[in-house]
C-alpha cells in the first residue's frame, strides 16, 4: 500500500506569513496533484505536477515536485484569510498495469489564516 | 452545466439499515469513483468504475456496492450499514485514459450510522 505523509496536520497562521505544507512518500509517483477543500464542499483540484523537479506557480501559491518524484510541497506567500482551508495532496499511480491511475490522499493540512 | 451531483446531503441510518447514495455526473466522463473522507486519514477510495459495464475495487471496498449501468449514474449501496461507515462520501468523475488529470468532485453526503 502506497502511502503519502503529509504534514504539518494542522497550521494556524496571521494574514502575511509565509507558509509550507510537505507531502512525502517512499513510493514514487507518475504525478501528483494538489487539492484544496472547502467546509460542506468537495475538494477542488489546484494544480498536477508530473515531471521529477516542477515547480509550478499560482498567483502567490507555489507547488514543487521532488527530483525523484516521490514528495512534493505547497509554498503560500502572504497567506490571507480567504487561503483557509483544507489542503490534500494526491500521488498518483499507475502500478499494476491499470490505466485508471488511483490516487492515494494525503490526511491534509488544516489551514486558518487570522485577519 | 451541474458537474457531479450527490444525493443525499445529509442521511442519518440505523445499524443494519441499507440505503444508497446517488452519484450522476453530465460531463460525460468515463471515469467515475467513491472515495470516503475520515479525520486524520484523507480520502479513501471505495469504489471505481472506467465504464459502463465496468466496476473493480478500491482500497476499502467491503460493506458497499457499486453498478455503472449508463455513464451518467454511479450509485454506492450500504446493503447493512455498520456505525464503522460514518463519514462524509463523495463521488468523482474524470474524462478517462485519454483525458486529462483533473477530478471533478461532488459536494459530498454526510452519512451517520447510529
Known amino acids: 500500500t502506497q502511502l503519502l505523509e503529509q504534514s504539518p496536520q494542522f497550521l494556524s497562521i496571521q494574514e502575511g506569513e509565509n507558509l509550507t505544507v510537505y507531502c512525502n512518500s517512499s513510493?514514487?509517483?507518475?504525478?501528483l496533484q494538489w487539492y484544496r477543500q472547502e467546509p460542506g464542499e468537495g475538494p477542488v483540484l489546484l494544480v498536477t505536477?508530473?515531471?521529477?523537479?516542477e515547480v509550478k506557480k499560482l498567483k502567490r501559491l507555489t507547488f514543487q515536485f521532488g527530483d525523484a518524484r516521490k514528495d512534493s510541497s505547497l509554498h503560500i506567500t502572504a497567506a490571507q484569510p480567504g487561503d483557509t482551508g483544507l489542503y490534500l495532496c494526491a500521488g498518483r499511480s499507475n502500478a499494476g498495469g491499470t490505466s485508471y491511475g488511483k490516487l492515494t490522499f494525503g490526511q491534509g493540512t488544516i489551514l486558518t489564516v487570522h485577519p | 452545466n451541474a458537474g457531479v451531483t450527490q444525493t443525499p446531503k445529509f442521511q442519518v441510518l440505523k445499524t443494519g439499515q441499507s440505503m444508497t447514495l446517488q452519484c450522476a455526473q453530465d460531463?460525460?466522463?468515463?471515469?467515475m469513483s467513491w472515495y470516503r473522507q475520515d479525520p486524520g486519514m484523507g480520502l479513501r477510495l471505495i469504489h471505481y468504475?472506467?465504464?459502463?459495464?465496468?466496476?473493480d475495487q478500491g482500497e476499502v471496498p467491503n460493506g458497499y456496492n457499486v453498478s455503472r449501468s449508463t455513464t451518467e449514474d454511479f450509485p454506492l449501496r450500504l446493503l447493512s450499514a455498520a456505525p464503522s461507515q460514518t463519514s462524509v462520501y463523495f463521488c468523482?468523475?474524470?474524462?478517462?485514459?485519454?483525458?486529462?488529470?483533473?477530478?471533478?468532485f461532488g459536494e459530498g453526503s454526510w452519512l451517520t450510522v447510529v
Open positions: 468523482a468523475s474524470r474524462v478517462g485514459q485519454r483525458g486529462g488529470n483533473t477530478i471533478y
Open positions: 505536477v508530473v515531471t521529477g523537479g
Open positions: 513510493s514514487v509517483f507518475s504525478s
Open positions: 460531463m460525460n466522463h468515463e471515469y
Open positions: 468504475s472506467v465504464g459502463a459495464g465496468i466496476t
